[in-house]
């Protein structure tokens, strides 16, 4: 229920997994230790994550 009401609301694709392995596999921007998938360049993560809105 919960991937769905993000998936509407455009916060993560329908099949992440999908999402994720094609990333990984197809252009290199994740590499994957175990069951993890990480950033391969930590300055994208950075980006995608947006500004700290911490006070």
């Given at each position: 229920m919960a991937r769905g009401y993000l998936a509407l609301r455009a916060q993560v694709p329908f099949d992440l997994m999908a999402f994720l392995a094609d990333a990984h596999e197809h252009h290199g921007v994740l590499r994957r230790t175990g069951a993890v998938y990480?950033?391969?360049?930590?300055?994208?993560?950075?980006?995608?994550?947006?500004?700290?809105?911490?006070?």
């Open positions: 990480q950033f391969r360049h930590i300055e994208l993560q950075h980006r995608l994550a947006g500004p700290d809105l911490r006070p």
